[in-house]
């Protein structure tokens, strides 16, 4: 599962990396650009997720 992880820590990472990217160039495209709360914020540490995989093995009809 540590896979999985990091795979999804990484994901979290690129996910709040491009909100703050898209954050920013709001900032510089003009006046009215309203900044998001800290909680609206999303964060890479991973707190507010888990990793939930789910394995179904279906018998055969034929």
């Keep these: 599962m540590s896979h999985y992880d990091e795979l999804l820590r990484k994901a979290l990472a690129s996910i709040e990396n491009t909100f703050r990217k898209k954050a920013t160039a709001g900032l510089l ?11 609206e914020t999303p964060e890479a540490d ?17």
């Design 29 to 39: 495209s003009g006046r009215d650009a309203v900044l998001p709360t800290a909680k």
């Design 46 to 62: 991973g707190d507010d997720y888990d990793l939930v995989t789910w394995l179904v093995i279906l018998e055969s009809k034929s």
